[in-house]
């Protein structure tokens, strides 16, 4: 079982919807979003490509939707604030090259109702995923990676609203928060890190003064006490970034796309996959179990794994670990807690989470491609609906 550290500084960083890995994923899963919107059955496997003057769009996609691939990715790399010929990377005239097939049929006919060997919905893929949450902060999300997200999604925040005021900043920029901890509970912020892509004329201390600001905004003042040592673009300047900087692929974001490095990761990318790989759906779902007993009051910190094999629906292995903060004996009877109020069958998971409907229940995909997956209340996986049901069953253990 995991020990908590006395004492001890954790890091998480979160890169902007303008890092070029960024621009892909949310490029992705707008190809995700659309056909979804018109094909809830649609099976998508998309990858994109982003770099000086091009995207490149490609991957596995079998859909009725019809959709125009090239005017979606123009669309998103707009919004994100991509408009300007002079800065290397433009929606309007940067080349668009798709290159998309079919799913291959010895995958689908695993994970299609009826097909394969099991007549039931499979797993898109092997593997093991994992979920997390943490009673350190009201999101239940560890403290650095929650508090870099809020300091780049805040100053994208205030670069689109108030575009005149704050028109010395572009869209890419990376954020670093590191946190000291005292018997397993934040306590102070030690460090900021902020880089932000930025115009020729800006000067270093508008940049400065700013994120200072948005720290203060978006960070408890109980966390703020003390000296905290900021980086501001500490290598002098960052004119150059976004797609012409660095080139940029889908799911290169796996650990700021989650819990910023606490706890394991299974390894898989999330982004541009439909709901039938269990790489997304099922770290999803993780996640759901994992807040919910933490909500529940049943541990103050909660990992849950869980592995599939391909075109099997039941999973092969459950496994829980509350770093010593369970309220229940023995973590092993956390299992059996969970197999008793979730169901984690890929077709169950699907449906209990709405992973095939979300524009009906008002969130997108795209929308969890910046910022992390995880602790935003939009998404339905972040939901606390099951705490009663944990109670219930946790009452059966606790009389022991």
């Known amino acids: 079982m995991s ?5 001890h500084v954790f890091t998480s960083e979160s890169v902007s919807e303008g890092h070029p890995d960024k621009v892909c994923d949310q490029i ?10 018109q094909d809830p059955a649609s099976r998508v496997a998309c990858e994109t490509l982003a770099t000086t003057d091009l995207i490149v769009i490609s991957g596995e996609i079998t859909t009725k939707a019809k959709v125009n691939w090239e005017s979606i990715a123009r669309d998103v790399v707009r919004d994100i604030g991509y408009n300007d010929r002079s800065v290397g990377f433009c929606a309007d005239d940067c080349k668009v090259l798709v290159a998309i097939h079919a799913q291959s049929p010895d995958i689908s006919q695993g994970v299609t109702e009826g097909q394969g060997l099991h007549q039931e919905q499979g797993a898109g893929d092997q593997g093991m995923m994992f979920g997390f949450a943490t009673n350190e902060t009201k999101e239940l999300m560890p403290a650095p990676v929650l508090y870099s997200h809020l300091i780049v999604a805040e100053l994208a925040k205030l670069r689109k609203k108030f575009p005149k005021k704050y028109s010395f900043l572009r869209p890419d920029s990376k954020s670093q928060v590191s946190i000291r901890y005292k018997n ?3 306590v102070k912020v030690e460090t900021v890190v902020v880089s932000h892509q930025h115009t020729p004329d800006m000067k270093r201390e508008q940049l400065e003064a700013l994120v200072k600001e948005v720290v203060k905004k978006v960070i408890p003042a109980s966390l703020l006490k003390g000296k905290i040592v900021y980086h501001i673009n500490p290598t002098g300047k960052f004119e150059v970034g976004g797609p012409h900087g660095d080139t940029g692929l889908t799911g290169r974001k796996i650990i700021v796309d989650t819990y910023g490095g606490v706890g394991s990761h299974g390894g898989g990318a999330f982004s541009g996959k439909d709901p039938t790989k269990v790489d997304r759906s099922a770290a999803y779902m993780c996640r759901y179990v994992a807040k919910n007993i933490v909500a529940a009051g049943l541990a103050e910190k909660c990992e849950v794994q869980v592995a599939y094999a391909i075109g099997v629906a039941e999973p092969l292995s459950i496994n829980v670990d509350t770093y010593g903060t369970g309220k229940i004996k023995d973590d092993a009877d956390l299992e059996k807690i969970i197999r008793a109020v979730f169901d984690m069958r890929p077709a169950a998971i699907i449906k209990t989470l709405g992973l095939r409907t979300p524009s009906k229940a008002g969130w997108s995909y795209r929308e969890s491609a910046a910022y992390g997956h995880f ?8 939901k606390t609906d099951k705490v009663a049901a944990l109670k219930k069953e946790a009452a059966k253990f606790l009389k022991k």
Request: hydrophobic share 40%; aromatic share 8%.
């Open 3 to 7: 020990k908590i550290h006395a004492e």
């Open 184 to 186: 397993g509970k934040p």
């Open 375 to 382: 602790g935003r209340s939009i998404f339905p996986w972040e």
């Open 28 to 37: 992705s899963d707008a190809m995700l979003d659309a056909c979804l919107a």
